[in-house]
């Protein structure tokens, strides 16, 4: 008899009796669905307390709206109206839409205006440089900024006339801090307590509920999750992304069980009955299974163990039978023959950036930690560059992404052509490479790096393109005690700097 035909008669007599034994005790005992009932109330709640809380966002998002659309304001960043901050914004600002931040800015992004209100005496005083930064930064979005120890309510637009016929231009900020009294003044509205934690973006819960109201726009980017877990209380959570971090803020909400606590013990009593009745049948199904199945499967799997932990790719598995267990262990065998023959390929892409050829950056950055562990001790030099392809989105925007890779490509074959044995190249981004250069100087690295820009150089001239192959670059000299990161990161910053001095030139 074959396997399968053993299995599915174990199978059918197991199912039969747990069916039989389960449909007449939940038919017996089971009081309605309490949890379904309480998941969907709690669910209405997760919904209005996403609207309730969108709404803090759309208010400041609404009043910053008319501001930055006025022909005052516009006025103002263009040098036209000298008297607009008199006029216009004072104490009583702040005070009417409860803000602690106001900032305007000219299209190249310097603060023309910048003040931090203090409501305790209604007193302003200039705006903290860091905090104008990550306004610059953050730009035109409205959401929640952490700052220091402080949770902020942003948001930025940029300023047009009163009619939007003229350009957009610079950039208006109002923000306040999500203090004490907002977070209880939000708790009060929302009827519930509320806990706030900090989590990393990636952390995001994929719950049973995800944006409560697909039929609308979410453009502030909440994630709404509702647990509907029998055993713990309904929790809600609502995640809101930071502008300026990879961070989230966390809402939980206990939704409570009180529906659930109606029925709880008949659910618990029929769970225990069914639990009990599984077990049984469990029990007799194992020693079944164990007798056909399971003492033969555990022979095959110490021998695929032994093969594994040996590493042996020549070893084979010996399980004699005519039914789909020895079926399986002939399969193993050609397998492990598949696997020895493209384990060398594996190897290398697990290694190499397909495109390019060059190491990934993963490789590449165990290739640089073992040059520098080795030359910590034997006093050899150690260089890094920096590559950084210029233009390469405006390639890929203008002429698509496969002339994009071409460029990429074009770019690494001329690096191969130029640089000498000693030289690794590394990809770590779309467009940035790393050449580590050991038993090289400095000065030696430098030269080849020349002798690469002039071929590029001759690569231009003779090959018609619509778009010039060109880099910038940074050099770095590993020092006595530097972690790789560290001489990365010093080749970035060159790199930046001389590619500012070049743009300046």
Known sequence: MKLIQKLNLVSLLFILLSSVTIVFILQTTLVS????????????????????????????DYVLSDWSSWNATYDFIEGQYDDYIEDNISFTSYDDF???????????????????YNADDHSLSTLNPSLSREFINVNVSTGILSYKDQLILYSG????????????????????????????????????????????????????????TPDEENPYHLMVSLSRNLSKDGIGRIDIPYLNSPKALRMEFNLGQSIQALGRKQIQTTMILVIASLVFFSILMALALWRMVISRVAK??????????????????????????????????QMLIEIDKFHEEAHWYANHDEMTGSYNRRAGIKLIEDMMNKFSETEESLTITYIDIDGLKKVNDSYGHLEGDRLITDMVTLMNYTLNKHCHIVRIGGDEFIIACENQDKSTTLAKIQELQTSVEAFNAKHSRVYQVSFSYGLASYQHGMAVDDIIEKADQQMYRNRKLNRQN
């Open 98 to 116: 409860g803000l602690d931040y106001i900032a305007i800015y000219d299209e190249d992004l310097i603060m023309l205006y910048g003040e931090t």
């Open 157 to 212: 637009r940029a300023i047009s006339d009163n009619e939007g016929k003229e350009p957009h231009k610079g950039l208006m900020v109002f923000a306040y801090i999500l203090d004490k009294d907002i977070k209880e003044d939000l708790a009060y509205t929302l009827g519930t307590d509320i806990t706030l934690v900090s989590i990393n973006q990636n952390s995001f819960n994929q719950g049973d509920i995800h944006n409560p």
């Open 300 to 333: 095959l799997n110490k021998q695929v163990n032994s093969i594994t932990t040996s590493k042996d790719l020549k070893g084979r598995v010996n399980l004699r039978g005519l039914d789909e267990l020895g079926e399986l262990s002939e399969g193993i065998n």
């Open 33 to 60: 669905n309490y949890r379904e009932v309480e998941y969907h109330v709690h669910e209405k709640s997760m919904t209005d307390y996403y609207r309730i809380i969108t709404q803090y966002f759309e208010h400041l």
